[in-house]
């Protein structure tokens, strides 16, 4: 597939193991950006992979400070498939009900991609997140 995992098993030389899912390429350090913006009932975001190599096991968070927060204070996921250098993924939180002066911050990374957040003020209206 595309995926940047192998299909067919790799004999391992001198032992009688095999790998049944070798890497296509070297495993090596990438880049991910997120955007991310507001939207009624939750938020959602854009997860690409701007870097050269394959981004492995991509993981998702955000944390809402302030306000009063009645659901959806919190969320996070994991990317089901390796991400593709120049690809992108989309993904969004879990339902929001609240009202109030809020922070949304959003944070992504992966086994080979550091850690990259971004934070946003603005207002909560009740179904509403406004940033």
């Known amino acids: ?37 507001g939207g009624l009932f939750k938020w959602s975001g854009i997860i690409k992979n701007i870097g050269n190599n394959t981004a492995f096991n991509v993981q998702w968070t955000n944390e809402i400070d302030g306000g009063i927060i009645l659901i959806g204070r919190d969320s996070s996921g994991i990317i089901p498939k390796p991400l593709l250098p120049g690809k992108e993924t989309q993904v969004s939180s879990n339902f929001i009900l609240g009202f109030g002066k809020i ?22 209206f009740v179904f509403f997140i406004k940033i």
């Open 1 to 37: 597939g595309s995926d940047g995992v192998g299909d067919t098993p790799y004999n391992i030389a001198a032992h009688d193991n095999k790998d049944k899912y070798p890497l296509m390429e070297p495993y090596g350090m990438t880049t991910l950006s997120l955007e991310f913006k």
């Open 103 to 124: 922070t949304i911050t959003i944070a992504v990374w992966a086994d080979n991609a550091p850690y990259v957040s971004k934070s946003t003020p603005g207002p909560l």
